[in-house]
């Protein structure tokens, strides 16, 4: 849950966000699946760091980038996301 859901209920997600796939690992959000990584362990790690950092934006800037596309390109710090694996 998003903190701007105002929906009180309980959601659950089917699976593990966390997953293997021909000899490799990789983590899912609901934009894509990011990876791959060697390991699970690498995999989970990587999509803490993800989760912080998308965290991290929102508490920056609460809704700009929805509100106001131009502005939140003025207002948020650059940032690239960058697979190390690749």
Do not use: C
Not at 8 to 29: C, E, I, L, M, P
Not at 68 to 77: F, G, K
């Amino acid at each position: 849950m998003r903190k701007q859901d105002t929906d009180n209920s309980t959601h659950f997600r089917a699976g593990d966000r966390v997953f293997y796939q021909n000899g490799k690992w990789f983590f899912q959000t609901r934009e894509d699946d990011h990876g791959p990584f060697p390991s699970r362990e690498t995999a989970e790690k990587e999509l803490d760091r993800y989760t912080e950092e998308m965290t991290y934006f929102e508490d920056v800037t609460p809704g700009v980038a929805k509100a106001a596309p131009d502005a939140a390109a003025e207002e948020i710090p650059e940032f690239t996301l960058v697979d190390k694996d690749t």
